[in-house]
């Protein structure tokens, strides 16, 4: 069936529900004389006219009540499998993959996950947290998140945050007990606090 039969049969179902031919033209928004054309060339075409039409009233013939109902379903089946697909392309769903580093994980993504997964829960994020280089397409990610400017070939990169400066930071409590370090060596005599390698998923 083509394009403009399937059309034809949308306008003369609407007129059978709407009684009237103005009534559909209001309801598809269309002209009344566009829906009596279109209905005269369905009726051209199957050979047989499909209303009896009076200066009150417009009743279906017993070819248009057999049209009504054998094609009442196969619209509407089409029409809600329409709608069903629109709406699940306007409602973001599916797997993501992000690998970042771990400090890039608590102060960039941690904060947001919670507002996130709220706004889209259609959506499944997969996180790998880890501190070394890796190609994201190989690796099959869709979203890398590094410090820095080295780019692997064929990703494209975007500006999250304004440049800042990295550094080690004590307490005053733990300088008084273990002194303070006055060159990289020293920091090799001194309590570092570190975090694993993680791998989480969430929905």
């Not at 394009?3 to 559909?24: K, L, P």
């Not at 054998?70 to 409602?91: G, P, R």
């Not at 990703?155 to 307490?171: D, H, I, N």
Request: hydrophobic letters at 40%; proline letters at 4%; one cysteine or more.
């Amino acid at each position: 069936m083509n394009n403009v039969i399937y059309n034809q049969i949308r306008i003369f179902q609407s007129i059978a529900h709407e009684g009237s031919i103005s009534a559909a033209a209001r309801k598809l928004e269309i002209t009344p004389p566009s829906v009596s054309k279109a209905l005269k060339l369905l009726e051209q075409h199957i050979g047989y006219p499909l209303f009896v039409r009076t200066t009150r009233r417009i009743e279906l013939t017993d070819a248009g009540q057999q049209l009504l109902q054998q094609t009442s379903d196969a619209v509407n089946s089409l029409e809600k499998a329409l709608e069903n697909i629109k709406e699940q392309n306007q409602k973001p769903s599916g797997l993501i993959r992000i690998t970042l580093s771990r400090f890039a994980y608590l102060l960039i993504l941690k904060p947001a996950m919670a507002a996130f997964c709220q706004q889209y829960p259609g959506i499944q994020l997969e996180i790998f947290v880890y501190d070394g280089t890796l190609n994201i397409i190989d690796e099959r990610f869709d979203l890398g998140i590094r410090f820095g400017d080295i780019l692997e070939g064929g990703v494209v990169a975007r500006q999250l945050m304004k440049p800042f400066r990295e550094g080690l930071y004590a307490s005053t409590e733990y300088l008084k007990a273990f002194g303070t370090p006055v060159s990289p060596v020293d920091l090799q005599q001194h309590r570092l606090i570190g975090l694993l390698q993680i791998i989480a998923s969430f929905h």
